[in-house]
């Protein structure tokens, strides 16, 4: 639909639910309209019952906004906190290193295998420096 802005998507990283917002009123038979901080003020506040969880009181599955940085686009950076497990798969002919990363804002158990060579060239900062390499 055009000019509707909806929260980026990028891939296992992308939010499952973002925050907690009080319903305002019903809209129609399958819809409701939330109550939304400013700084949500350009997402449609309208919402399908599909689109809605009900809160349970688990805080593990909500995201805070207010630490998340949420840009103007409603889109926000993932930053990697650190590597937690190597591994190299072989394939056919040739080997493919993938490394273990933490996500900032993210829990342990959805930590992402990403490719080594990628994640080093984005973020040197996570690889300790190897003089042998030099």
Known sequence: ????????????LSPQ?????QIIRRVGKVAYELDFPNELASVHSV????MLKKCVGDPTSIIPLEGLGVD?????????????DRQV??????EVASVKVLWRNHLVESATWEAEADMM????????SNPSLA
């Open 17 to 21: 639910y973002v925050g907690i917002y």
């Open 89 to 94: 798969r072989k394939l056919r002919n040739k």
């Open 121 to 128: 060239s984005r973020y040197p900062q996570l690889f300790p």
């Open 72 to 84: 103007a686009n409603l889109s926000y950076e993932e930053v990697s906190v650190e590597i937690l």
């Open 47 to 50: 919402f399908h019952v599909s």
């Open 1 to 12: 639909m055009k000019g509707v802005m909806r929260f980026g998507k990028k891939g296992n």
